[in-house]
């Protein structure tokens, strides 16, 4: 008996590295597989989006003192990766979105196929969305404008009903939400990963992760488990574990950054838009130092106008342009040095090394707001019951978080050049030094804008 526990154990161990697998702990594996999940998170964060809303809409106009804008851009948006990098992309099950997707499906969806078009460029429909609404954010200031924010969720979720009434599963998760590129870069980089069990997999026919079964529908982000290699589109919603007749599915912590040099098939997209948050976050951090106004008059001697919109797109394009100039830069010398591999076969796998990194300029940024005006959150949700409540909005001091923020950034240049490394087979740093320099003088950047005094997005009650 023993024997036999042990060969079927066995069975359920992934090929490669040793796994820990959480469906292994009896009350984990009881609630996934249960009605409560992952329900209980949904509903709650639709009752708490539809007060964000209510306050963005109607609250007061002051952004300082509004409890949505505190709730979007003070709490959620910093701690977004946080969650993409601890957890994947289990805050893609949470969000309102998704369970309003799911519902217009349910009372008046069509389940039409996912158009063509969106199968093949949706990643790339993302990325553009991405770089759209950051734009938007400085140009026409929605983080700083209640009404703005408000405006803009209303949109996203007028798109969202649309898509679910057309077609099926999560076709605006998968293929047209602008986090859905962030999410999947930061997610192949989290330390959580969902699988098959290969043995098991190989031999099934039910197919019923992909198809669904009575339990629950199949997976809403298109995806197979016997094939799934890469954490991207995985958002843990459980359906796959209710609807498995095997127990093949693990759940399963894992080594950060692991996934990024295993990669079978990377893509392009991926890669730019690596060395696109690059850019962007280097955008983010220039515009709240003392230098951005040296930096937009400087632009406006050339372009002979005063326009904010006209001389931000510019400095915005320009910094997009440069890390994605420098990746192909490095790409063609790293081909040089290795002549068995050409240049875009290495702008293509090297671009994921620049993941850990973006996560550190991303998080530093982030993580200023978090801890300097987080405050902001409490004594905006006691306005709302009328109680006035004033005081600084820090919890930590600039010195302090500048300091954390210096050592993200070296925690993250350490793990873009090992990421490197282990892209390039362990080669020689004589054929890989370009790559190297190049993580190297992104990390010297990032030190640098955070080693300069911040401004604060939100002020002092």
């Known amino acids: 008996m023993a024997k036999?526990?042990?060969?079927?154990?066995?069975?359920?161990?992934p090929s490669g590295r040793k796994t820990i697998n959480l469906l292994d702990i009896p009350i984990i594996k009881h609630f996934i597989k249960s009605n409560y999940y992952p329900g209980i998170f949904q509903w709650a964060g639709i009752g708490v989006f539809a007060v964000i809303m209510y306050q963005l809409l109607f609250g007061t106009s002051d952004s300082d003192k509004n409890f949505g804008t505190a709730m979007v851009w003070v709490l959620w948006w910093p701690v977004i990766p946080i969650l993409f990098v601890a957890a994947g992309r289990f805050w893609c099950t949470v969000c309102p979105f998704g369970k309003v997707s799911d519902l217009v499906r349910r009372f008046a969806g069509k389940e039409s196929p996912m158009p063509k078009f969106l199968k093949k460029y949706g990643i790339w429909i993302i990325d553009l969305s991405f770089i759209a609404i950051t734009w938007s954010d400085h140009v026409f200031g929605i983080v700083h404008s209640p009404r703005g924010s408000g405006y803009l969720l209303l949109?996203?979720?007028t798109m969202v009903i649309i898509t679910s009434v057309y077609y099926e599963r999560r076709t605006f998760c998968k293929s047209l939400c602008f986090l859905?590129?962030?999410?999947?870069?930061?997610?192949?980089?989290?330390?959580?990963?969902?699988r098959g069990t290969p043995d098991i997999c190989r031999t099934c026919k039910t197919q019923?992760?992909?198809?669904?079964?009575?339990?629950?529908?199949?997976?809403?982000?298109?995806?197979?488990?016997?094939?799934?290699?890469?954490?991207?589109?995985?958002n843990y919603c459980g359906d796959c574990v209710k609807n498995c007749p095997n127990d093949s599915i693990r759940i399963s912590p894992r080594i950060p950054t692991i996934e990024l040099w295993g990669l079978h098939r990377p893509r392009i997209e991926h890669s730019f838009l690596a060395a696109v948050i690059m850019g962007i976050v280097f955008v983010q951090n220039v515009t709240m130092l003392s230098i951005w106004e040296e930096t937009l008059y400087y632009i406006s001697t050339i372009t002979g106008t005063t326009s904010y919109p006209v001389n931000f797109t510019i400095a915005f394009v320009i910094a997009m342009i440069i890390p994605i100039a420098m990746l192909a830069f490095a790409s063609k010398a790293t081909a040089w040095c290795d002549r068995q591999t050409n240049t875009y076969q290495h702008?293509?796998?090297?671009?994921y090394a620049l993941i850990p990194l973006d996560l550190a300029g991303h998080l530093g940024h982030n993580m200023f707001h978090l801890l300097t005006e987080i405050k902001a959150v409490w004594y905006n949700f006691l306005a709302l019951f009328q109680i006035n409540h004033t005081g600084d909005l820090a919890v930590a001091s600039d010195g302090a978080v500048q300091v954390a923020q210096m050592g993200m950034v070296f925690i993250g240049g350490f793990a873009s050049m090992y990421v490197v490394y282990r892209i390039g087979n362990k080669q020689s740093v004589k054929k890989l030094w370009p790559m190297y320099l190049l993580m190297i003088l992104f990390g010297i950047v990032n030190f640098y804008l955070f080693s300069v005094p911040m401004e604060h997005r939100l002020h002092t009650h």
């Open 208 to 234: 019923a992760c992909y198809r669904g079964t009575d339990k629950a529908e199949g997976c809403n982000m298109f995806q197979f488990v016997k094939t799934m290699q890469s954490s991207e589109d995985c």
């Open 180 to 194: 859905g590129g962030l999410a999947g870069n930061y997610s192949r980089a989290g330390a959580l990963e969902l």
């Open 4 to 13: 036999a526990e042990t060969q079927s154990k066995s069975k359920h161990k």
């Open 155 to 157: 949109l996203l979720l």
């Open 347 to 351: 702008f293509v796998r090297f671009g």
